[in-house]
T-cell receptor
């Protein structure tokens, strides 16, 4: 049973370009979460999605950042007009569909490391 | 928002020693999770706790959910070199935050052979 798959693992962008990060949840999981981790810090919540719905985006910056989880295909975290401060590791996690709030157990992918030059 | 204080920030121990780290919160959680992260990898779930007072073991790891619901600790017994990594606590309060996890800042563990 494959785990959470993220790609690309590493992405380099120049300031002003767009970054697209993709996440395929574990098989049977319909809840997806995106977290950001700066060097030597903990993970900070960004957004929680179910298929075709954004449930909680309270951790997402209001501008330049967007996320989607379409009916078919992976979840996408999109960062427009990237700036140096966007450089970080972006982790996706998934959990099973057990009620509105899923379960406490989130399973993480390997992360996508974004470097903005 | 909720904040987690995780301590110690780092630990340097000898192989075979026991380790203890803990997390405290300014508010209650109804789930506590402990993760380990190796360099360049994603966090891996070690132990999940769902009930105040619960004590759970996973091999050499033991974790407890504090009775006040505001703290948790993780113990590692008889440490080995592969225990090296960053350990994160995470709390969840589903009534207000759904499945969102709040993470501590991590404990960096170094084990000297």
């Amino acid at each position: 049973n494959a785990g959470v798959m993220q790609n690309p693992r590493h992405l380099v962008r120049r300031r002003g370009q767009e970054a697209r990060l993709r996440c395929s949840p574990m098989k049977g999981h319909s809840h997806v979460y995106w977290y950001r981790q700066l060097p030597e810090e903990g993970l900070k919540f960004m957004v929680y999605l179910q298929k075709e719905n954004i449930i909680d985006e309270s951790g997402m910056p209001k501008e330049r950042f967007s996320a989607e989880f379409p009916k078919e295909g992976p979840s996408i975290l999109r960062i427009q007009q990237v700036v140096r401060g966007d450089s970080a590791a972006y982790f996706c996690a998934s959990s099973p569909n057990l009620g509105v709030w899923g379960t406490g157990e989130l399973f993480f992918g390997e992360g996508s490391r974004l470097t903005v030059l | 928002g909720q904040q987690l204080n995780q301590s110690p920030q780092s630990m340097f121990i000898q192989e075979g020693e026991d380790v203890s780290m803990n997390c405290t919160s300014s508010s209650i959680f109804n789930t506590w999770l402990w993760y380990k992260q190796d360099p360049g990898e994603g966090p891996v779930l070690l132990i999940a706790l769902y009930k105040a007072g619960e004590l759970t073991s996973n091999g050499r790891l033991t974790a407890q959910f504090g009775i006040t619901r505001k703290d948790s600790f993780l113990n590692i017994s008889a440490s080995i070199p592969s225990d090296v990594g960053i350990y994160f606590c995470a709390g969840q309060l589903r009534e207000t935050s759904g499945s969102r996890l709040t993470f501590g800042e991590g404990t960096q563990l170094t084990v000297n052979p």
